[in-house]
């Protein structure tokens, strides 16, 4: 049979604008290995369409939680609500005279107002309206909350739930309010509690002036007890030390220390000076001695031998030693050497009596020191304790007389109480309830339950881990959806096997099921054919002859699909081999109700022919089928031997040999038949499938260098996702009779 161009292969033009797909990119071959899809943030659209999926589910959720709040809160009890407002005026004087009298307002209102609060809940202003009106029976308190023994019930102080004090905002009020299913018992308590807190806030008052007073004047005698004794102690340590005040005398011996520190340290230097003259005198240089401060004549005398010696040098020059004036000159050279030896000895003597002069004042001088500085530390030592006594002998008489004078202020205090608290605004029945809000509790429930809803029903979408849609997958694996195929109930859960009845029409090819209804079976006709012609058309530019048809795990429509693709492929006149290339669990030969007794597996095995084994379909000449054969458990050592070399012999002589194999996972001949086929098509059910799974199978493909044409959505339906909104359009459209 001739073959025909590669643009015959173009399916009729309805069928390949047929709106049963969705419209997508064409193609949806595997990208490089390594290369992953872009992370896309899911659009807000698909969380509208999940609440429009749920739409009923939040509604009787939502009305069944409205219904049931209403009913609880028309059934409850109402509560009326009294207010009592008092109002704190913190400006009054708080006494007549003393600092109480100029005492202004602190800037503490909100401790101050939260302590009144405190104040009114307590047990002292709460037990005797409690007592009056009954409180406890009308609360419900029972002997098991109180405690059996009646010692337990006296001692144990009130609490009252249903009263509530609070304070409006940036005001000095106070709001005593109080709930009751009376609404005049309400009120009196309401007032009876206010007018409780003014009398516990007066008799406070009262109390602690007078307790004040009283304590002030025990602590009276113990002061001035303290206060003599302290005085007496003042006194005696004066007498002891002979001096009225110890710090006078510390500071006039402290000027004197370091008077006598300074002439001390001259001292020294002085006596150093003498030292080093004397020692140099001692040496016997003369010049040494002509260095001293008393040698001034001795330089005189020396000048006179100079000259003498001059003299008596030009003398000797000129006369003999017998002239008179040589004699004469050298009596006086030698009458001037003995004057000068004479005064350097006085020179010598006087120098060390001036250092034995030096070094005896510098020892008075230490000496002095030392004596000082021993009195000075001792009236120093003995300072410290006296400052101590002084201190508290001020201090003991100050306290005294600062408590002498509170005493009478408080006294004359005690007698002007001026109380800043006043009821401004009595509690009165109210009119209507405020418990139960029946308009916001219904209001609350509705919102809450809303929430709930519409949050539970995003959660478990979110918590949905299967394929549902192809923006899903192609946000996930970067790999395209080339088809949805539509459920079709009644094929679930068993095999649709295809009959061939004689047709004009190839579509009569697909057998309905006694229960399907038509325009199921008719929209899976039009999703397979566009299928056909993504596959076939993905790439214009290189033509499919073999195609693998395998999903990520079993019963997930692979089969279905192999067989419906063949069919559609063979009714366009296109020659087309489908082989059965699951030798374990086969299923094809069911399908069309075929002999399976030999096929794939006897080609493989015993090497027949396997032109031998084709099986066509009566009606479609153009359909070749090669069943499996006898399972075998062997499948991936026979497929290894023998299927390249089948699949290269069928390639010319058919137009498209799909071959259905086995799930990828967990078994190795589908790797295998990967390889060595044109493109792979994977199948995975829409909401059942899991999406690591099919990332797994396509992750596995591409480390293979296989060619994945795409993924197929099986059994997917209008509910899953909104991208399959067009199920329900076309659903219509068959099921309207036609005028043929």
Same mark, same amino acid.
Request: glycine share 4%; with cysteine.
């Given at each position: 049979?001739?073959?025909? %161009?590669?643009?015959?292969?173009?399916?009729?033009?309805?069928?390949?604008l047929?709106?049963?797909f969705?419209?997508?990119?064409?193609?949806?071959?595997?990208?490089?290995?390594?290369? $992953?899809?872009?992370?896309?943030a899911?659009?807000?659209?698909?969380?509208?369409?999940?609440?429009?999926?749920?739409?009923?589910?939040?509604?009787?959720? =939502?009305?069944?939680?409205t219904?049931?709040t209403?009913?609880?809160?028309?059934?409850?009890?109402?509560?009326?609500?009294?207010?009592?407002?008092?109002?704190?005026?913190?400006?009054?004087?708080?006494?007549?005279?003393?600092?109480?009298?100029?005492?202004?307002?602190?800037?503490?209102?909100?401790?101050?107002?939260?302590?009144?609060?405190?104040?009114?809940?307590?047990?002292?202003?709460?037990?005797?309206?409690? $007592?009056k009106?009954?409180?406890?029976?009308?609360?419900?308190?029972?002997?098991?909350?109180?405690?059996?023994s009646?010692t337990?019930?006296?001692?144990?102080?009130?609490?009252?739930?249903?009263?509530?004090v609070?304070? %409006?905002?940036?005001?000095?009020?106070?709001?005593?309010?109080y709930?009751?299913?009376?609404p005049r018992?309400?009120?009196?308590?309401?007032?009876?509690?206010?007018?409780?807190?003014?009398?516990?806030?007066?008799?406070?008052?009262?109390?602690?002036?007078?307790?004040?007073?009283?304590?002030?004047?025990?602590?009276?005698?113990?002061?001035?007890?303290?206060?003599?004794?302290?005085?007496?102690?003042?006194?005696?340590?004066?007498?002891?030390l002979? =001096?009225?005040?110890?710090?006078?005398?510390?500071?006039?011996?402290?000027?004197?220390?370091?008077?006598?520190?300074?002439?001390?340290?001259?001292?020294?230097?002085?006596?150093?000076?003498?030292?080093?003259?004397?020692?140099?005198v001692a040496?016997?240089?003369r010049?040494?001695?002509?260095?001293?401060?008393?040698?001034?004549?001795?330089?005189?005398?020396?000048?006179?031998?100079n000259?003498a010696?001059?003299?008596? =040098?030009?003398?000797?020059?000129?006369?003999?030693?017998?002239h008179?004036?040589?004699?004469? !000159?050298?009596?006086? =050279?030698?009458?001037?050497?003995?004057?000068?030896?004479?005064?350097?000895?006085?020179?010598?003597?006087?120098?060390?009596?001036?250092?034995?002069?030096?070094?005896?004042?510098?020892?008075?001088l230490?000496r002095?020191?030392?004596?000082?500085?021993?009195?000075?530390?001792?009236?120093?030592?003995?300072?410290?304790?006296?400052q101590?006594?002084?201190?508290?002998a001020?201090?003991?008489?100050?306290l005294?007389?600062?408590?002498?004078?509170k005493?009478?202020?408080?006294g004359?205090?005690?007698?002007?109480?001026?109380?800043?608290?006043?009821?401004?605004?009595?509690?009165?029945p109210?009119?209507?309830?405020?418990?139960?809000?029946?308009?916001?509790?219904?209001?609350?429930?509705?919102?809450?339950?809303?929430?709930?809803?519409?949050?539970?029903?995003? @959660?478990?979408?979110?918590?949905?881990?299967?394929?549902?849609?192809?923006?899903?997958?192609?946000?996930?694996?970067?790999?395209?959806?080339?088809?949805?195929?539509?459920?079709?109930?009644?094929?679930?859960?068993?095999?649709?096997?295809?009959a @061939?009845?004689?047709?004009?029409?190839?579509?009569?090819a697909?057998?309905?099921?006694?229960?399907?209804?038509?325009?199921?079976?008719?929209?899976? $006709?039009?999703?397979?054919?566009?299928?056909?012609?993504?596959?076939?058309?993905s790439?214009?530019?290189?033509?499919?002859?073999?195609?693998?048809?395998? !999903?990520?795990?079993?019963?997930?429509?692979?089969?279905?699909?192999?067989?419906?693709?063949?069919?559609?492929?063979?009714?366009?006149?296109?020659?087309?081999?489908?082989?059965?290339?699951?030798?374990?669990?086969?299923?094809?030969?069911?399908?069309?109700?075929?002999?399976?007794?030999?096929?794939?597996?006897?080609?493989?095995?015993? +090497?027949?022919d396997?032109r031998?084994?084709?099986?066509?379909p009566?009606?479609?000449?153009?359909?070749?089928?090669?069943p499996?054969?006898?399972?075998?458990?062997?499948?991936?050592?026979?497929?290894?031997?023998?299927?390249?070399?089948?699949?290269?012999?069928?390639?010319?002589?058919?137009?498209?040999?799909?071959?259905? +194999?086995?799930?990828?996972?967990?078994?190795?001949?589908?790797?295998?038949?990967?390889?060595?086929?044109?493109?792979?098509?994977?199948?995975?059910?829409?909401?059942?499938?899991?999406?690591?799974s099919v990332g797994?199978v396509?992750s596995?493909?591409?480390?293979?260098?296989?060619?994945?044409?795409?993924?197929?959505?099986?059994?997917?339906?209008?509910e899953?996702?909104?991208?399959?909104?067009?199920?329900?359009?076309?659903?219509?459209?068959?099921?309207?009779?036609?005028?043929v």
């Amino acid at each position: 049979m001739p073959k025909e %161009p590669n643009n015959a292969l173009m399916a009729p033009i309805e069928h390949r604008l047929s709106p049963v797909f969705p419209p997508m990119p064409l193609g949806g071959f595997a990208p490089p290995e390594g290369v $992953e899809g872009d992370a896309a943030a899911v659009p807000l659209s698909h969380y509208l369409w999940i609440i429009k999926r749920h739409r009923w589910k939040i509604f009787a959720f =939502v009305a069944a939680v409205t219904a049931a709040t209403w009913l609880v809160s028309s059934r409850i009890t109402p509560v009326y609500e009294s207010t009592a407002t008092v109002d704190i005026d913190r400006q009054s004087p708080q006494g007549v005279i003393g600092q109480e009298a100029a005492r202004t307002a602190l800037n503490d209102s909100d401790q101050f107002l939260a302590t009144q609060i405190s104040l009114i809940q307590s047990d002292s202003v709460l037990r005797p309206v409690a $007592e009056k009106y009954s409180l406890l029976e009308h609360e419900g308190f029972t002997e098991a909350d109180r405690g059996n023994s009646p010692t337990r019930q006296e001692d144990a102080p009130v609490l009252l739930k249903k009263l509530r004090v609070s304070r %409006p905002a940036n005001t000095y009020l106070l709001k005593i309010s109080y709930r009751s299913p009376d609404p005049r018992m309400a009120a009196n308590v309401s007032n009876a509690v206010a007018q409780s807190y003014l009398e516990h806030t007066y008799n406070l008052r009262i109390r602690s002036s007078a307790s004040l007073s009283s304590f002030m004047e025990k602590q009276l005698d113990e002061l001035r007890a303290k206060m003599e004794q302290s005085s007496e102690a003042l006194m005696r340590f004066e007498r002891e030390l002979n =001096v009225i005040n110890p710090e006078e005398k510390t500071n006039i011996l402290s000027a004197r220390l370091l008077q006598l520190n300074t002439e001390y340290t001259n001292a020294q230097a002085d006596r150093v000076r003498r030292e080093s003259v004397r020692n140099s005198v001692a040496g016997g240089a003369r010049q040494a001695v002509q260095a001293s401060g008393q040698a001034e004549e001795l330089r005189r005398l020396a000048e006179r031998l100079n000259e003498a010696r001059e003299k008596f =040098v030009q003398i000797r020059s000129h006369f003999g030693v017998n002239h008179p004036e040589y004699r004469k !000159s050298s009596a006086q =050279v030698a009458e001037i050497e003995r004057a000068m030896n004479s005064m350097q000895t006085d020179i010598a003597s006087r120098v060390e009596v001036e250092y034995q002069q030096a070094a005896a004042r510098e020892t008075m001088l230490q000496r002095a020191v030392s004596e000082t500085k021993g009195e000075f530390d001792r009236i120093n030592s003995r300072s410290f304790e006296y400052q101590s006594l002084k201190r508290e002998a001020e201090a003991d008489k100050k306290l005294y007389e600062e408590l002498v004078r509170k005493i009478r202020e408080a006294g004359i205090n005690a007698g002007f109480q001026n109380s800043a608290i006043r009821l401004a605004d009595y509690a009165r029945p109210a009119i209507l309830p405020v418990f139960p809000n029946i308009r916001l509790n219904v209001l609350i429930a509705f919102l809450l339950a809303a929430f709930l809803a519409v949050g539970g029903a995003i @959660m478990s979408d979110l918590l949905d881990t299967t394929i549902r849609d192809p923006e899903q997958v192609s946000r996930a694996f970067n790999t395209e959806v080339i088809g949805t195929l539509p459920s079709v109930k009644s094929w679930r859960g068993r095999l649709g096997t295809l009959a @061939m009845p004689a047709l004009p029409s190839a579509a009569g090819a697909l057998t309905k099921a006694k229960d399907a209804p038509e325009s199921a079976i008719t929209g899976f $006709e039009e999703a397979i054919r566009t299928l056909r012609n993504s596959i076939l058309l993905s790439d214009v530019d290189r033509r499919l002859r073999s195609l693998l048809v395998t !999903s990520a795990s079993p019963s997930e429509g692979k089969s279905t699909t192999g067989a419906h693709l063949a069919l559609t492929h063979a009714e366009q006149g296109k020659r087309t081999l489908l082989i059965d290339g699951d030798l374990r669990k086969p299923s094809v030969h069911k399908r069309f109700s075929i002999n399976a007794a030999r096929g794939l597996s006897n080609v493989l095995v015993e +090497g027949c022919d396997w032109r031998e084994l084709l099986v066509s379909p009566e009606n479609l000449p153009e359909l070749h089928i090669l069943p499996a054969g006898p399972p075998s458990r062997r499948a991936p050592d026979l497929i290894a031997r023998g299927m390249e070399e089948l699949l290269e012999q069928a390639a010319p002589e058919y137009d498209l040999v799909i071959l259905d +194999g086995p799930p990828l996972l967990g078994f190795a001949e589908p790797l295998q038949m990967a390889t060595i086929v044109d493109g792979v098509v994977v199948v995975a059910r829409a909401g059942s499938t899991n999406r690591k799974s099919v990332g797994t199978v396509l992750s596995t493909l591409r480390r293979l260098r296989a060619t994945v044409v795409g993924v197929v959505l099986n059994e997917v339906h209008r509910e899953m996702s909104d991208s399959y909104h067009y199920y329900s359009y076309y659903s219509r459209y068959y099921q309207q009779p036609k005028n043929v």
